[in-house]
C-alpha cells in the first residue's frame, strides 16, 4: 500500500498537518504536498476512471503530463473541472471529487463498457453514428453530447468570485525552465548584463537535478542549485518567477505566460492568475524531458506509474507508492529509482531490465544492494484490477508466455526520455530523430525565424537531448551566453561548470512488451490512459489506411486528451510506424499547438468581466449630451446620440426638428467617434494605395481625398476621407465601428505580407474631439468665434488647414457628410467639450442645435451618400454602389482589384445602388425584398433586390429610401413591389439616389 514515510520529504519534512476532502472523505495531507502526493500518502491509489471503457484509473506521472488524475475541484462559486492533482497544490480545505464515474468512484455503471470493447474499437463511432440516418437527432446526437467531455462545467448561473489580471512585460532573454539547466542558462545570459526573465511552472527551483543527485563543481547539485538560486536573485537583471507556466511562443519574440497566483493560497487578497503578454528578444527553453511509459499489458493497472514519478514522491513528498515495487525498463535511469526505495527501506522484489545487455554501472550498485536483476526480460501482464498485485514476467524476444509471477503492490516504468520540444515547435522550429537516444529533439539548424531571418529561440539541457548532468550543464551555460548576446549583450566570459560524469548503457527502444505479443495482450496494452487507445487501435488505423499520424490521430483520438499526448505520442508514433513498415521520422510528429498545458478561461479573459468586458465608451461631450435630451444609441463600444429630446417632443418629432433645422439653419454634430488613423513614414503614400482602391500617394498636402477600401475578396468593408498632413504622414478617417477593425487590417498586412515597408500606424481616435459644423449658418458661427479664414477662397472644399478658432487650437477640414456647408474640426480631446460649449454660445443667434446620430443618416440618405453596414453587408462591391470612379486605372494593384476580375464579380445581373420613393409616400420596412414572379427552387417568390437604408425626410415630407436592385440604373421610373410582413404591399418607384440638392448647390458655397 502506499503511505507516508517518517523520513519525510524535501518539500514536507517539518511541514503543517493539512486536511482536505475528497469525494466526501476527510483525508489528510503536509504542507507542501500536492494534491496527488497527499492522495497517495492516503493510499488512494484509483482516483478517476477513462474516458470510454471506464476503467479504474491510478496516477501515472508526477508533473503536467499527467492524464489521469483530474478531480472536479472547489464548491459552488469556485468550482472548476479538470484541475490537475500533480501541479495542484494541497491546501486546508481543498474539496474535491472523481470524474467520469456514476454512482461513484468504486461502482461505476460504466464499467460495462469494458466488457463491450471488441464492439467498440477506435473510429466505432464513423462507422455506427451515420446508419440508420433517422436515429441520429433523437438518439444517436443526444447520446454523444451526454457522453462527451471530462468533469462538470460550472453552472451558468455561478459567478467566479475570483479575480485575474493581464500582465505585459519587455526583456532581452527570457529562460523557460528553472531546473539546473534553465537556471545555468539564466545565470549565463545575465553575465552578459541583458535584462533576463526566468519563469519555472512549479513552486520549486531545481527540478529533477536535486531528485536525481550528482555534483556539479565538486558540489553536489542540490547545494549547487541553491547557490544558483541565491546569485540569480541578487541580480538587478535578473527576474525570476515560479509557477509561471511558458504557456506559448510566437512571433516576433512573443510568448505568452501564465503565472498561478493564489492557487495555493485561495484565502489571499488578489488576483488568482496572472497571464503575461512577454516580448523577448532571445528565448531559451530549458524545459526539461519527460520519461516515456513502456506499452504492456494492464500498463494503466493503479499502482503502475513512471519510474522517475515514483522517485519524485519519495524523494520530495516522502510518499511511497507501495511496499514491493517492481521497476520495468529498457535504461539504466530506472535503476535510480530502484536504489532510492531500497535506501528507504521498500522492498524491490526485481528489475526488469528489456535490454539483453542490462544495465551499467547503477545496475552493478542496484546488484550490490542484493536486488534482482533480470535482463532481457518484459512484463507480460499485471495483475490486478482497482491496484495492482502481481506481474506476470516473461521474455522480452518472445509472445508473453508467463515465466514466473511476482507478487508486488506497485510497478515503476521506465521507457526512456522524450525531450520537451512543445516550446520549440509553436514557431516552426523542426525536429530531428535521434537515433541513439531514441527520441525527437531541436534540429539546431532549423530553429524558429525572426523578421531577420535569424534564428530567435535555442534549446538548453535535456531538452536538447542532454540527458546526462555533465553534458546538460555545458549545454545551457552555452545557450544562455549565446542568448545574451545575440540579445545585445557583451562578450562575457565565465568558467563552463563541470559536472561529474556518469556511466550508463545505452537506452534500447522498446515499443511493445513483449515484442511479440499477441492481439490478446496488445487489446490490453494501453498508450492513451484518458482516452482509452490501446497499441491494438493504433495497428487497426494503420491497417484500414490511416497512414498519416494526423489522420491516424484522430481516428483513433491518440494524444487528443487534456494531456496532448506528452506519454502517448512517441509510443503511438513507433507502434503506426512500426504497422506501416517504415522508420519513425518518416512517421514524423502531430503538431504541437500552444498552450502547453491548459491555462485558466479566466486568465484569458483578464480585466474583461462584467462593465469591463467591453468598456462603454464616451466620448468628451458624452456628460453634456446626456444633461441635454440625448437619447443613446449603441454604436459599436460606443454610445452616440440618436437625437435630442426637448421636453415634451417623441424621438420622432425630435429627428424631424434637427433635419429642418440643420437645412436652414446650423446643426452641430458630435463626431468623434470617427475613426482617425495615423499613417506615417517613408512609405506611407505606396502603402495606401494598396489598402484604398483609388490613388492617396498622389494626394497634396492640405488636401482631403474620399477613398473606399476593400478586403483581398473584392468586398468593401470601410470608407472615409484621407487627409495628407505632409509628405511622410496621412490622416485616414473611418467609420466608428471600423475604427480597430481598421486599425487591426492595417497592422496585419504590414507585419505579414510588407513587413519590410517603413511605414507606422497609430490610431488616436480618441485623442481629439471632432465637431461637424454643418448649415447655411455654419461658417459664420465660425467667424463670429474669430481666429483662422474659413472662407471659400482660404479654406476649398476637400481642403483642411492647422489653425486656432475661439482661442482652440483647431485642425479644420472642409468635407461634407450632409450636402451643406459643413466643417468638421478636430480640436484635443481636453479642449472638445469647452470648444462645443463655446460653437452653441456662439451660435444661439444663427439657430444653432445639436443633432444626433438619425439626422445624419437622413442628410446623407437625401443626398444619395452610401453607410458602411447599410449599403454593405460583406457581399458588396463597390461596382454595386455605382462608385466606379473611386477605382483606379492607374495602380498595378489595390487590394480587391484581381477579385472584382471575378465572373461572379463582373456579372452584369448584380444588385446596384438605386433611390425609392414610395407612391403613397410611407416609409419602407427596413431590409425589405423587392420580389417579382415566379418562384425559386425552394418555391419562395423571386427576389431581385431589397432596401438597404430607410427614413422619413422632414424636408421632403415623405419617405425616402436606398436599395439594391438588379439592373437597377437601367429601371429608372419603373415601381416596383415590396411585401411587408402583415402581408400587404408597399409600391415604390426606382429613382436617382441623389434625392435632395442634386447640383450641389448648397455645399459649394
Known sequence: ???????????????????????????????????????????????????????????????????????????????????????????????????????????????????????????????????????????????????????????????????????????????????????????????TGVKVLLVEQTAHWGGRAPVDGGEVDGLPV???????????????????????????????????????????????????????????????????????????????????????????????????????????????????????????????????????????????????????????????????????????????????????????????????????????????????????????????????????????VSVAGSANGHLQLAELIGDAHGAGLAAGRAAGGNAAKATIPEGAPTSENPVEPVWLMPQGAGIKLRSKTWLDYQNDVKVSDVQLAAQEGFESVEHAKRYTTLGMATDQGKLSNINGLAILSDALGQPIPQTGTTTFRPPYTPISMGAIGGEARGKVFQPLRKTPLYEWSDTHGSDWEPVGAWRRPFAYLQPGESVHDAVNREVKNTRENLGLLDASTLGKLIVKGPDAGKFLDMLYTNMMSTLKVGKCRYGLMCSENGFLIDDGVVARLDEETFLCHTTTGGADTIHGHMEEWLQTEWWDWNVYVANVTEQFAQIAVVGPNARKVLEKLGGMDVSKEALAFMEWADGTIGGFDARVFRISFSGELSYEIAVPASQGLAFWEALIEAGEEFGAMPYGTETLHILRAEKGFIMIGDETDGTVIPQDLNLHWALSKKKEDYLGKRAHQRSHMADPDRWKLVGLETVDKSVLPDGAYAVEEGVNANGQRNMFGRVTSTYYSANLERGIAMGLVKNGPDRMGEVIEFPKTDGTIIKAKIVDPVIYDPEGAKQNV
Open 1 to 191: 500500500m502506499s503511505t507516508r514515510l517518517k523520513t519525510g520529504g524535501r518539500f514536507t519534512d517539518g511541514g503543517a498537518q493539512l486536511s482536505f476532502d475528497f469525494n466526501g472523505k476527510k483525508l489528510k495531507g503536509v504542507e507542501g504536498d500536492t494534491l496527488a502526493s497527499a492522495l497517495l500518502a492516503n493510499d488512494q491509489m484509483m482516483v478517476g476512471r477513462s474516458f470510454k471503457y471506464h476503467r479504474p484509473r491510478g496516477i501515472v506521472a508526477s508533473g503536467g503530463e499527467e492524464p489521469n488524475a483530474l478531480f472536479n475541484m472547489g464548491g459552488t462559486d469556485d468550482f472548476e473541472p479538470n484541475q490537475r492533482a500533480t501541479v495542484t497544490e494541497l491546501f486546508d480545505g481543498l474539496k474535491i471529487t472523481s470524474q467520469n464515474h456514476w454512482p461513484s468512484l468504486e461502482f461505476d455503471i460504466g464499467a460495462i463498457n469494458k466488457h463491450l470493447s471488441r464492439f467498440l474499437p477506435a473510429g466505432f463511432y464513423y462507422k455506427m453514428f451515420i446508419h440508420p440516418r433517422p436515429l441520429w437527432k433523437h438518439v444517436y446526437e443526444p447520446f454523444i453530447r451526454q457522453s462527451a467531455g471530462l468533469g462538470k462545467a460550472p453552472r451558468a448561473q455561478d459567478r467566479d468570485p475570483d479575480t485575474y489580471e493581464h500582465f505585459y512585460h519587455f526583456t532581452d532573454v527570457m529562460v523557460v525552465g528553472g531546473g539546473v539547466a534553465g537556471l545555468q542558462a539564466a545565470y549565463a545570459a545575465a553575465l
Open 222 to 456: 542540490g547545494n549547487y542549485v541553491d547557490n544558483l538560486v541565491a546569485e540569480l536573485s541578487a541580480m538587478d537583471n535578473v527576474t525570476m518567477r515560479t509557477r509561471m507556466m511558458g504557456a506559448g511562443v510566437y512571433d516576433h519574440g512573443y510568448v505568452l505566460g501564465y503565472e498561478r497566483l493564489r492557487d495555493h493560497q485561495p484565502a489571499e487578497i488578489g488576483p488568482r492568475h496572472r497571464l503575461w503578454r512577454i516580448r523577448a528578444a532571445q528565448i531559451v527553453t530549458a524545459t526539461g524531458a519527460i520519461e516515456r511509459p513502456l506499452s504492456f499489458a494492464g500498463n494503466d493497472v493503479p499502482g503502475v506509474m513512471l519510474a522517475g514519478a515514483v522517485r519524485d514522491y519519495a524523494v520530495n513528498f516522502g510518499v511511497s507508492i507501495g511496499d514491493r515495487t517492481v521497476v520495468v525498463t529498457n535504461n539504466d535511469d530506472a535503476y535510480r529509482t530502484a536504489i532510492t526505495l531500497k535506501g528507504l527501506g521498500l522492498d524491490v522484489p526485481c528489475i526488469i531490465d528489456a535490454r539483453a545487455g542490462g544495465g551499467g554501472a547503477l545496475a552493478e550498485d542496484a546488484k550490490a544492494l542484493g536486488i534482482r536483476v533480470e535482463n532481457g526480460k518484459a512484463i507480460a501482464k499485471v495483475k490486478g484490477t482497482k491496484r495492482v498485485t502481481g506481474v506476470s514476467l516473461c521474455v522480452q524476444a518472445g509472445e508473453g508466455a508467463e515465466l514466473e509471477e511476482i507478487a508486488c503492490d506497485a510497478v515503476a516504468m521506465s521507457g526512456g526520455w522524450s525531450p520537451v520540444v512543445h516550446l520549440w515547435s509553436h514557431c516552426g522550429g523542426k525536429l530531428i530523430w535521434d537515433e541513439q537516444q531514441s527520441h525527437f529533439r531541436p534540429d539546431a539548424e532549423r530553429p524558429p525565424m525572426g523578421a531577420t531571418g535569424e534564428g530567435f
